[in-house]
């Protein structure tokens, strides 16, 4: 069984690019999670994605945008990208049955730096 | 709004010691609760979970935790530190059917040889 996997593992951007950032969900596993790390401080909640719809967000801007794929891999997208946008995005794989939430897998997280 | 604190920032620790980190939780429902560990440039690692029953929990490499609702705690323990053991870690809480969890600020734990 394969835990949760990411790319790249470090990305260097300029501010106002866009970059894509992807995920491989833990075998099994049916919802994909992302999450913002900035240095020094705890994941904050972007969105998560079950069977390919988008099931909740947190407080960040519409350039930050996602897709879920039919195999519960899942992308994450950000437009114009900001200084302040830098962090490491880390994503979580879980399996939903019904109404309850099981326990979220983390992958290694993307390094993303813009400059 | 569901919140978690974990008071300590730093705490530093002889190898062999024994080990406590805080989590303070506010949540206006039953809460799921999370300790997570994070190696430097690592992902998080699950140590333990609390859903219900018993509210001593035991965790992976040695870790337990308790539940306290009355002081809407949920504090890491370990009896005896080594030093793997060095690492963030953070406290998170979750609801039954919801999606995201909130963490706290995390507590880096140094060991001392």
């Known amino acids: 069984e394969t835990g949760v996997t990411q790319s790249p593992t470090h990305l260097i951007k300029t501010r106002g690019q866009q970059v894509t950032l992807r995920c491989s969900s833990q075998s099994g596993h049916n919802t994909v999670s992302w999450y913002q790390q900035a240095l020094g401080q705890g994941p904050q909640f972007i969105f998560q994605?079950?069977?390919?719809?988008?099931?909740g967000r947190g407080n960040f801007p519409p350039r930050f945008s996602g897709l879920q794929f039919p195999n519960y891999s899942s992308e994450l997208n950000v437009n114009a990208l900001e200084l302040d946008d830098s962090a490491l995005y880390l994503c979580a794989s879980s399996e939903k049955l019904g109404g309850t939430t099981d326990t979220q897998y983390f992958g290694p997280g993307t390094r993303l730096t813009v400059l | 709004a569901q919140s978690v604190t974990q008071p300590d920032i730093h705490i530093t620790v002889s190898e062999g010691a024994s080990l406590e980190l805080r989590c303070n939780y506010s949540y206006g429902a039953t809460p799921y609760l999370f300790w997570y560990v994070q190696s430097p440039g690592q992902g998080l690692q699950l140590l333990l979970k609390?859903?219900?029953?018993?509210?001593l929990v035991q965790g992976i490499k040695g870790f337990e935790a308790e539940f306290k609702r009355s002081q809407s705690s949920f504090n890491l323990r370990k009896p005896s530190v080594h030093w793997s053991d060095a690492a963030e870690y953070f406290c998170a809480v979750g609801r039954a059917a919801g999606n995201k969890l909130t963490f706290g600020g995390g507590t880096r734990v140094l060991v001392k040889p």
């Open positions: 994605y079950y069977r390919e719809e988008e099931n």
């Open positions: 609390y859903f219900s029953g018993d509210t």
